[in-house]
């Protein structure tokens, strides 16, 4: 119930975006000789368009590699997708400084795009490298919570607007220089003063029920977010087992992995020297030092190896720049 009730509640919202878009067309349309619904028009669409849902793309900093340099990296990405039933990705790209693995589909044409973050991409082993991917695969949000999550981020742009809204701070230090020069008097409210108050006041009027929604629908996301796991972690076991994704929680969880690599980085060591070290911890067992990294069903150690020498340069790039992750 509560998810029907979430989803009705951001459809509402949604449907607010298009009017705009529709009331901006139709006052253009109805009369499109007159420069004053011309503008009241193009005022309409362009709320609406700052308010429409992002389609999502590329971050800043993510370098793509094309499938022809490194053939590995799509065959396993394939491979882990289609035992979890998902579209592999079309382009895959590398994160230098962030250790979070993301997939998530892109732009008008919804292209399926897979994010690997290097930190903790170099110093996993196979195991934990498949269940990396089938966790990022399984946080691919389905169709309904994918509009939650874009009413509720179109709610916060209408709650910045029209609460967050506050004289500028240039235009209060002029007054008071102007107030100084004048011998310490107050200078009169000028009609942008006016009209800037007028429009606090109008978004904390409007605002209100804004906010209230914003309450309503995040607290109906929130509810709902033990089931969304449950399915995520469920959808990742068809490639991991529990027990490595487990381990992987943990590894990324604490952070432990990054002090030894940032630290044998300043040290100078080389990309190999830093990989073979964060492997020794997958090698120990209580029986004794297995002689390599334990493999997986869909990556062995030769395979993963061969993707070590794809992005052996992204590494190299990566690792000078370890010292700056915190």
């Known amino acids: 119930m509560k998810r029907l009730t979430a989803l009705a509640l951001a459809l509402v919202v949604h449907l607010l975006t298009l009017a705009f878009v529709v009331l901006g067309g139709w006052i253009i349309v109805r009369d499109p000789g007159s420069v004053l619904w011309w503008l009241l028009g193009l005022l309409c669409l362009a709320v609406g368009w700052a308010l429409r849902p992002r389609l999502g793309r590329m971050p800043t900093g993510a370098e793509p590699v094309s499938r022809a340099s490194a053939p590995e990296l799509y065959a396993v990405a394939a491979r882990v997708a289609a035992r979890m039933g998902v579209?592999?990705?079309r382009a895959i790209a590398l994160?230098?400084?962030s250790p979070v693995t993301s997939y998530d589909r892109i732009g008008v044409a919804r292209t399926p795009v897979l994010l690997v973050g290097l930190p903790l991409w170099l110093a996993l082993p196979?195991?934990?490298?498949v269940a990396l991917l089938a966790a990022a695969y399984a946080r691919l949000p389905t169709g309904d919570e994918r509009v939650v999550s874009q009413a509720l981020a179109t709610l916060d742009a209408w709650r910045d607007a029209l609460m967050g809204s506050a004289?500028?701070?240039?235009?209060?230090?002029a007054g008071e220089r102007i107030a100084y020069?004048?011998?310490g008097t107050q200078t009169p409210d000028t009609p942008y003063d006016v009209a800037s108050f007028l429009g606090r006041v109008l978004g904390r009027v409007l605002g209100v029920p804004v906010l209230l929604l914003w309450y309503a629908l995040s607290w109906l996301a929130r509810s709902g977010e033990p089931r969304v796991r449950a399915r995520q972690r469920a959808l990742a076991r068809r490639a991991a087992p529990e027990e490595d994704l487990a381990e992987l929680d943990e590894q990324a969880a604490g952070g432990r992995y990054l002090a030894p690599m940032q630290a044998a980085a300043l040290r100078g060591e080389?990309?190999?020297?830093?990989r073979r070290t964060a492997l020794?911890?997958?090698?120990?067992?209580?029986?004794?030092?297995?002689?390599?990294?334990?493999?997986s069903e869909l990556l062995g150690v030769e395979e993963s190896e061969r993707i070590d020498e794809e992005l052996t340069g992204h590494y190299a790039r990566a690792v000078r720049g370890f010292g700056l992750i915190s």
């Open 87 to 89: 579209r592999p990705p």
């Open 167 to 173: 004289p500028l701070t240039a235009r209060e230090a």
């Open 270 to 274: 080389s990309v190999a020297a830093i």
């Open 181 to 183: 020069a004048l011998g």
């Open 95 to 97: 994160v230098d400084l």
């Open 126 to 129: 196979p195991r934990q490298r």
């Open 280 to 295: 020794t911890k997958f090698q120990l067992t209580d029986d004794g030092v297995l002689p390599a990294p334990p493999p």
